[in-house]
């Protein structure tokens, strides 16, 4: 049975880090891409945005331009856990973050119950 589970979350001052992390079980993360996602406060669930993905194949990641230079995403295969690290927090980046398996080209299957992100001074 798939299934991952993010943290890391928390409140941050504006300008600060976090690093969030996906752990997965039930599968090995270099099976299937993983994907970050985002649901900022008061949008209906299908408003969920992807930020970031990391292809199992090569690698390979992708960033949405909202986040391009502030987000990092890596896996560590050996603990089974995919990372994001987002520096220079704006408050519009406050959300839930979720983590996903599936393909970087836009299907996702498994989903985390997300981690909560709070920006604000």
């Known amino acids: 049975q798939l299934r991952l589970v993010e943290s890391g979350g928390g409140l941050v001052q504006p300008g600060g880090s976090l690093i969030l992390s996906c752990a997965a079980s039930g599968f090995t993360s270099d099976y299937y891409d993983i994907g970050w996602f985002r649901q900022a406060p008061g949008n209906p669930e299908n408003e969920r945005k992807g930020v970031s993905c990391i292809s199992t194949i090569d690698g390979k990641t992708y960033y949405a331009d909202s986040v391009k230079g502030r987000f990092t995403i890596s896996r560590d295969n050996a603990k089974n856990t995919v990372y994001l690290q987002i520096n220079s927090l704006k408050s519009e980046d406050t959300a839930v973050y979720y983590c996903?398996?599936?393909?970087?080209?836009?299907?996702?299957?498994?989903w985390g119950q997300g981690t909560q992100v709070t920006v604000s001074s």
């Open positions: 996903a398996a599936g393909s970087c080209r836009g299907d996702f299957t498994s």
